[in-house]
Antibody, heavy 120, light 108 residues
Framework: QITLKESGPTLVRPTQTLTLTCTFSGFSLTTRGGGVGWIRQPPGKALEWLALIYWDDDKRYTPFLKTSLTVTKDTSKNQVVLTMTNLDPVDTATYYC????????????WGPGTLVTVSS | SYALTQPSSVSVSPGQTASITCSGDKLGDKYACWYQQKPGQSPVLVIYQDDKRPSGIPERFSGSNSGNTATLSISGTQAMDEADYYCQAWDSSTEAVVFGGGTKLTVL
Protein backbone atom coordinates (compact mmCIF):
# COMPACT_ATOMS: atom_id res chain seq x y z
CA GLN A 1 0.00 0.00 0.00
CA ILE A 2 1.44 3.32 -1.11
CA THR A 3 1.19 6.29 1.24
CA LEU A 4 2.73 9.76 1.18
CA LYS A 5 2.69 12.57 3.70
CA GLU A 6 3.92 16.14 3.48
CA SER A 7 5.50 17.96 6.39
CA GLY A 8 6.96 21.40 6.96
CA PRO A 9 6.16 24.86 8.30
CA THR A 10 2.62 26.20 8.16
CA LEU A 11 3.69 29.87 8.21
CA VAL A 12 6.56 31.40 6.28
CA ARG A 13 7.58 35.06 6.07
CA PRO A 14 7.90 36.76 2.68
CA THR A 15 11.36 36.39 1.07
CA GLN A 16 12.12 33.37 3.25
CA THR A 17 12.87 29.85 2.02
CA LEU A 18 10.34 27.03 2.31
CA THR A 19 11.46 23.46 2.85
CA LEU A 20 8.87 20.69 2.57
CA THR A 21 9.46 17.00 3.13
CA CYS A 22 7.47 14.16 1.56
CA THR A 23 7.80 10.91 3.49
CA PHE A 24 6.50 7.89 1.64
CA SER A 25 6.07 4.15 2.00
CA GLY A 26 4.97 1.25 -0.18
CA PHE A 27 7.38 1.90 -3.04
CA SER A 28 11.05 2.62 -3.60
CA LEU A 29 12.53 5.52 -5.49
CA THR A 30 15.33 3.23 -6.59
CA THR A 31 12.95 1.20 -8.73
CA ARG A 32 13.16 1.96 -12.43
CA GLY A 33 10.33 4.20 -13.57
CA GLY A 34 9.51 5.55 -10.14
CA GLY A 35 8.92 9.21 -9.47
CA VAL A 36 7.51 11.68 -6.96
CA GLY A 37 5.96 14.98 -7.90
CA TRP A 38 5.06 18.17 -6.06
CA ILE A 39 1.84 19.98 -6.87
CA ARG A 40 0.29 22.99 -5.13
CA GLN A 41 -3.16 24.54 -4.98
CA PRO A 42 -3.83 28.10 -3.82
CA PRO A 43 -7.08 28.44 -1.87
CA GLY A 44 -10.03 28.17 -4.26
CA LYS A 45 -7.78 27.82 -7.31
CA ALA A 46 -6.51 25.16 -9.67
CA LEU A 47 -3.77 22.58 -9.27
CA GLU A 48 -0.30 23.72 -10.30
CA TRP A 49 2.55 21.31 -10.91
CA LEU A 50 5.89 22.34 -9.42
CA ALA A 51 8.52 19.62 -9.71
CA LEU A 52 9.19 15.94 -10.34
CA ILE A 53 12.09 13.73 -9.35
CA TYR A 54 12.74 10.32 -10.91
CA TRP A 55 14.34 7.13 -9.64
CA ASP A 56 17.53 7.96 -11.55
CA ASP A 57 17.73 11.44 -9.96
CA ASP A 58 16.55 13.14 -13.13
CA LYS A 59 14.51 16.23 -12.27
CA ARG A 60 11.93 18.40 -13.95
CA TYR A 61 10.61 21.79 -12.86
CA THR A 62 7.82 24.06 -13.92
CA PRO A 63 9.31 26.73 -16.18
CA PHE A 64 7.41 29.40 -14.25
CA LEU A 65 9.34 28.83 -10.99
CA LYS A 66 12.37 26.93 -12.20
CA THR A 67 14.93 29.30 -10.68
CA SER A 68 13.43 29.14 -7.20
CA LEU A 69 12.80 25.39 -6.89
CA THR A 70 15.04 22.50 -5.91
CA VAL A 71 13.92 18.89 -5.44
CA THR A 72 16.09 16.17 -3.90
CA LYS A 73 15.61 12.64 -2.64
CA ASP A 74 16.95 10.56 0.20
CA THR A 75 16.27 6.95 -0.73
CA SER A 76 17.56 5.63 2.59
CA LYS A 77 14.84 7.61 4.40
CA ASN A 78 12.17 7.27 1.70
CA GLN A 79 11.90 11.05 1.53
CA VAL A 80 11.73 13.72 -1.14
CA VAL A 81 12.46 17.34 -0.23
CA LEU A 82 11.22 20.44 -2.05
CA THR A 83 12.91 23.75 -1.45
CA MET A 84 11.43 27.02 -2.68
CA THR A 85 13.28 30.30 -2.24
CA ASN A 86 12.14 33.93 -2.00
CA LEU A 87 8.55 33.22 -1.06
CA ASP A 88 5.75 35.68 -1.74
CA PRO A 89 2.18 35.81 -0.38
CA VAL A 90 0.97 34.45 -3.75
CA ASP A 91 2.77 31.21 -2.83
CA THR A 92 0.18 30.59 -0.12
CA ALA A 93 -1.26 27.21 -1.03
CA THR A 94 -1.80 23.60 -0.09
CA TYR A 95 1.27 21.67 -1.18
CA TYR A 96 0.90 18.02 -2.21
CA CYS A 97 3.39 15.32 -3.02
CA UNK A 98 2.27 12.44 -5.19
CA UNK A 99 3.51 9.13 -6.60
CA UNK A 100 3.96 9.10 -10.37
CA UNK A 101 2.72 6.10 -12.30
CA UNK A 102 5.52 4.72 -14.47
CA UNK A 103 5.22 5.84 -18.05
CA UNK A 104 2.93 8.72 -18.94
CA UNK A 105 0.39 7.67 -16.36
CA UNK A 106 -0.23 10.59 -14.06
CA UNK A 107 -0.14 10.65 -10.27
CA UNK A 108 -1.96 7.74 -8.69
CA UNK A 109 -1.36 8.32 -4.98
CA TRP A 110 -1.39 11.69 -3.23
CA GLY A 111 -0.53 12.87 0.24
CA PRO A 112 -3.13 14.71 2.32
CA GLY A 113 -1.44 18.03 1.56
CA THR A 114 -0.07 20.71 3.84
CA LEU A 115 -1.27 24.30 3.89
CA VAL A 116 1.53 26.84 3.79
CA THR A 117 0.70 30.49 4.45
CA VAL A 118 3.13 33.18 3.40
CA SER A 119 2.55 36.28 5.48
CA SER A 120 4.43 38.83 7.50
CA SER B 1 4.72 26.66 -22.79
CA TYR B 2 1.99 24.07 -23.24
CA ALA B 3 -1.50 24.89 -21.95
CA LEU B 4 -4.71 22.92 -21.34
CA THR B 5 -8.14 24.56 -21.39
CA GLN B 6 -11.25 23.30 -19.59
CA PRO B 7 -14.72 24.80 -19.21
CA SER B 8 -15.10 26.34 -15.79
CA SER B 9 -18.36 24.54 -15.07
CA VAL B 10 -20.57 21.76 -16.37
CA SER B 11 -24.04 20.82 -15.15
CA VAL B 12 -25.77 17.48 -15.50
CA SER B 13 -28.98 15.88 -14.30
CA PRO B 14 -28.75 12.75 -12.15
CA GLY B 15 -28.61 9.61 -14.27
CA GLN B 16 -27.47 11.48 -17.39
CA THR B 17 -24.03 11.47 -18.99
CA ALA B 18 -21.63 14.27 -18.12
CA SER B 19 -18.90 15.21 -20.58
CA ILE B 20 -15.96 17.39 -19.59
CA THR B 21 -13.53 18.50 -22.27
CA CYS B 22 -9.87 19.44 -22.14
CA SER B 23 -8.26 21.19 -25.09
CA GLY B 24 -4.63 21.58 -26.03
CA ASP B 25 -2.51 21.76 -29.14
CA LYS B 26 -2.22 18.22 -30.58
CA LEU B 27 -3.35 16.82 -27.24
CA GLY B 28 -4.28 13.60 -29.00
CA ASP B 29 -0.57 12.96 -29.57
CA LYS B 30 0.03 12.96 -25.82
CA TYR B 31 -1.39 10.93 -22.96
CA ALA B 32 -4.09 12.63 -20.92
CA CYS B 33 -5.32 11.80 -17.45
CA TRP B 34 -8.10 13.06 -15.21
CA TYR B 35 -8.46 13.76 -11.50
CA GLN B 36 -11.51 14.18 -9.31
CA GLN B 37 -11.24 16.48 -6.31
CA LYS B 38 -13.92 16.96 -3.69
CA PRO B 39 -13.84 19.87 -1.23
CA GLY B 40 -11.14 19.50 1.40
CA GLN B 41 -9.74 16.33 -0.17
CA SER B 42 -6.70 15.41 -2.22
CA PRO B 43 -7.18 14.74 -5.94
CA VAL B 44 -8.00 11.20 -7.04
CA LEU B 45 -6.82 9.79 -10.37
CA VAL B 46 -9.89 8.55 -12.27
CA ILE B 47 -8.47 8.10 -15.81
CA TYR B 48 -4.90 7.70 -17.02
CA GLN B 49 -3.28 7.16 -20.42
CA ASP B 50 -6.41 8.58 -22.08
CA ASP B 51 -8.85 5.81 -21.25
CA LYS B 52 -7.58 3.52 -18.48
CA ARG B 53 -9.29 3.34 -15.10
CA PRO B 54 -7.26 2.76 -11.93
CA SER B 55 -8.39 0.00 -9.64
CA GLY B 56 -11.43 1.01 -7.65
CA ILE B 57 -12.73 3.63 -10.08
CA PRO B 58 -16.32 2.89 -11.19
CA GLU B 59 -16.91 1.81 -14.77
CA ARG B 60 -19.15 4.84 -15.34
CA PHE B 61 -15.95 6.89 -15.70
CA SER B 62 -14.43 6.74 -19.18
CA GLY B 63 -12.03 8.80 -21.24
CA SER B 64 -11.06 9.50 -24.82
CA ASN B 65 -8.43 11.63 -26.51
CA SER B 66 -8.17 12.63 -30.16
CA GLY B 67 -7.07 15.63 -32.16
CA ASN B 68 -6.89 18.60 -29.82
CA THR B 69 -9.42 17.40 -27.24
CA ALA B 70 -9.55 14.89 -24.43
CA THR B 71 -12.93 14.09 -22.91
CA LEU B 72 -13.93 12.66 -19.56
CA SER B 73 -17.37 11.06 -19.62
CA ILE B 74 -19.38 10.03 -16.60
CA SER B 75 -22.38 7.89 -17.44
CA GLY B 76 -25.29 7.55 -15.05
CA THR B 77 -23.98 10.53 -13.09
CA GLN B 78 -24.66 10.40 -9.37
CA ALA B 79 -24.76 13.08 -6.71
CA MET B 80 -21.48 11.73 -5.34
CA ASP B 81 -19.78 12.64 -8.65
CA GLU B 82 -20.21 16.34 -7.94
CA ALA B 83 -16.65 17.62 -7.69
CA ASP B 84 -13.90 19.54 -9.45
CA TYR B 85 -12.25 17.68 -12.32
CA TYR B 86 -8.77 18.40 -13.66
CA CYS B 87 -7.14 17.13 -16.80
CA GLN B 88 -3.38 16.67 -16.97
CA ALA B 89 -0.92 15.89 -19.71
CA TRP B 90 2.81 15.80 -20.25
CA ASP B 91 4.58 18.36 -22.41
CA SER B 92 6.69 15.87 -24.32
CA SER B 93 9.21 18.48 -25.44
CA THR B 94 10.17 19.37 -21.88
CA GLU B 95 8.68 16.44 -19.93
CA ALA B 96 6.89 19.02 -17.84
CA VAL B 97 3.53 18.25 -16.25
CA VAL B 98 0.62 20.45 -17.25
CA PHE B 99 -2.76 20.73 -15.51
CA GLY B 100 -5.92 22.21 -16.91
CA GLY B 101 -7.73 24.95 -15.02
CA GLY B 102 -10.36 22.60 -13.64
CA THR B 103 -14.09 22.10 -14.23
CA LYS B 104 -16.70 22.21 -11.51
CA LEU B 105 -19.27 19.50 -12.14
CA THR B 106 -22.69 20.19 -10.68
CA VAL B 107 -25.28 17.43 -10.48
CA LEU B 108 -28.64 19.22 -10.48
Amino acid sequence: QITLKESGPTLVRPTQTLTLTCTFSGFSLTTRGGGVGWIRQPPGKALEWLALIYWDDDKRYTPFLKTSLTVTKDTSKNQVVLTMTNLDPVDTATYYCAHRLPGWGGFDYWGPGTLVTVSS
Amino acid sequence: SYALTQPSSVSVSPGQTASITCSGDKLGDKYACWYQQKPGQSPVLVIYQDDKRPSGIPERFSGSNSGNTATLSISGTQAMDEADYYCQAWDSSTEAVVFGGGTKLTVL
